[in-house]
């Protein structure tokens, strides 16, 4: 185990270096006769690429330090020894639409196909706490999820799943505290004990003030809810990850991968110190920290970010807040290829683009993978779209090879060089908010908001100008006519939906309902953990825009404020 590491060091010696400097300037002079096709190479952040990478670019670097081995800090490559020969990923397609009924028969065909996961779109009534029969969500029941107003649904949304042997990841914030719940109950349910439930719910509210802007209250009752999240969840529920801090969606909002880790970051740090503030040790909570990225098609760029991702947190983790359990310096991510880079136009060639971001994961690292559908810029994906979609990820997995060592890209020139590059760049960022107050404050003031919209602008502007080619879109653009299949959600849905909650409603034991809202109330303004309380609620049948009513009228709704 010695020698490698003495070979590296030898190699980087300064008689080494001064003769490798010599020849590549010798190099670069015959290398300048020769015309290139643009007049500057960066990376989709914008980073300068030079011709070419030697280990000039890398004088400092220091194996153990900033590589190690994988599975030991500072996780470089890998949060685990023996990562995909051990263990694959786990296969988690994102699935959800219409009725709990119909998102049931999607998670029983995924499962057929090999799914090992299942993840849950809600629909956006269900996302910020409103029934389906109120006027706001007219025309979004079941709409881009699947619609859980009642635990009467979510019975149906897994009905003969067993939970005991299924992790099930929960795309929900501003209503997270009442789908974790849902989902205890129906645990209870089928004989699951609060200790073998697996799964994570997303909990990750301020990136909704960034960036989807699918939340309900003001942050600082938010991050009460959070927390209260965490430390229910630490008391009760060791298999549940209780928070997956994303960045994903915040890079499908416009920003590019330097700013994607530096705003997730920045609201994981807030997190963290929020969970510490209520009392709890940072090595109790933080191993069961996770993470949710997206990627997209700079194919390195992405496996350095993942890579980057893992280094800097392991550092900011032991720096700033002491963590001394080597468990809790580890970043453990979820990705989704990215919805934003599929294109309408000759849609099939979307195949290509989600195989490549997919790839792009494994090699950097992922512990969880979704892979988008061919077809989801145009509906919501067919069972076809799906199909091909999940046979991607099998076959990296079964057919390439690349699972057979760690980090097969470690130690290439250009890919440590670029690891470092967007560490250092996504660092600066974190420092800046830091300084601002954090993240919350940095959101107030619409410093994060503003970051992300000029980075979406600059992209569109250099698809429009050509700078950037969109394959099918401003380049190799053919004449098609439209002719695929396409998933629609039956507009009976919401009638449906709306009958099954006034039923309810008229068959419950609404005494019941009426003390335990106010219960909650009581809870809610003495600052007492709500998850008890939540949990004894669904279970009474009371409904997600019931609970939220309450809330709101304890907690208020959060304005956004004018930035642009």
Not at 112 to 125: C, H, I, M, N, R
Not at 211 to 227: C, K, N, T
Not at 428 to 441: L, S, T
Request: with cysteine; charged share 25%.
């Amino acid at each position: 185990m010695i020698l490698p590491v003495l070979v590296f060091v030898m190699s980087f010696d300064k008689k080494y270096m001064g003769i490798l400097k010599k020849e590549k300037e010798e190099w670069e002079i015959e290398a300048s006769r020769f015309s290139e096709k643009k007049h500057k190479f960066v990376t989709s952040s914008g980073i300068p690429v030079k011709l070419l990478y030697t280990p000039l670019d890398l004088e400092n670097f220091n194996y153990l330090r900033d590589l190690g081995f994988p599975g030991n800090p500072p996780y470089t490559r890998g949060v685990y020894h023996n990562m995909y020969r051990g263990r694959l990923w786990t296969m988690r397609q994102y699935a959800g639409y219409g009725t709990a009924e119909e998102t049931n028969r999607r998670f029983r065909y995924l499962l057929e196909l090999g799914q090992t996961g299942l993840s849950v779109a809600f629909d956006l009534p269900t996302q910020v706490g409103i029934d389906p029969d109120h006027p706001l969500a007219k025309g979004e029941v079941g709409r881009v999820g699947v619609s859980v107003p009642t635990l009467r649904d979510m019975e149906q949304l897994f009905d003969g799943i067993p939970l005991s042997k299924v992790s099930t990841s929960m795309t929900i914030n501003a209503t997270a505290h009442i789908l974790q719940a849902m989902y205890i109950a129906i645990g209870e349910m089928q004989g699951v004990s609060l200790k073998d439930l697996s799964g994570t719910v997303q909990n990750d509210i301020l990136k909704e003030y960034v960036a989807r802007g699918q939340y309900i209250f003001p942050p600082e009752p938010s991050m009460r809810l959070v927390v209260d999240i965490i430390e229910y969840s630490c008391r009760n529920m060791p298999r549940w990850n209780f928070i997956s801090v994303s960045g994903y969606h915040m890079r499908e909002a416009g920003c590019n991968a330097v700013q994607e880790v530096a705003f997730t970051f920045a609201n994981a740090i807030e997190y963290v110190r929020a969970a510490i503030n209520r009392g709890l040790d940072v090595d109790e909570f933080a191993p069961r920290i996770s993470f949710f990225f997206g990627v997209h098609n700079d194919f390195f760029e992405e496996i350095a970010k993942f890579r980057a991702a893992r280094r800097l947190w392991a550092r900011i983790m032991r720096e700033k807040f002491d963590a001394k359990n080597p468990r809790s310096l580890r970043l453990r991510f979820h990705v989704q290829t990215c919805g934003s880079t599929l294109t309408a136009q000759q849609s099939e060639i979307n195949i290509v683009r989600v195989a490549i971001q997919a790839l792009a994961a494994v090699l950097g690292g992922a512990q969880s993978l979704h892979t988008n559908s061919y077809d989801e810029a145009l509906c919501l994906p067919t069972e076809k779209a799906v199909r091909i979609a999940l046979r991607t990820q099998q076959i990296i997995a079964e057919e390439t090879g690349v699972i057979n060592t760690v980090d097969p890209l470690g130690g290439s020139y250009y890919v440590e060089w670029l690891t470092n590059e967007i560490e250092d760049r996504a660092l600066r960022y974190i420092e800046k908010i830091e300084k601002m107050g954090g993240a919350v404050a940095a959101i107030k003031s619409g410093y994060i908001q503003k970051e992300i919209a000029e980075s979406a602008y600059k992209s569109q502007k250099e698809v429009e100008t050509g700078e950037k080619c969109i394959v099918g879109v401003n380049k190799y653009i053919t004449e098609e006519k439209l002719s695929y299949e396409i998933l629609k959600v039956d507009p009976e849905v919401e009638r449906k939906q709306i009958e099954r909650v006034k039923k309810l409603k008229a068959t419950r034991d609404n005494s019941k309902v009426k003390e335990t809202l106010q219960k909650m109330k009581e809870i809610a303004e003495s600052g007492e953990n709500i998850l008890p309380i939540t949990i004894e609620a669904v279970k009474s049948y009371v409904t997600i825009g019931e609970i939220c009513n309450v809330l709101r009228e304890v907690f208020s709704e959060y304005k956004a404020p004018m930035i642009f």
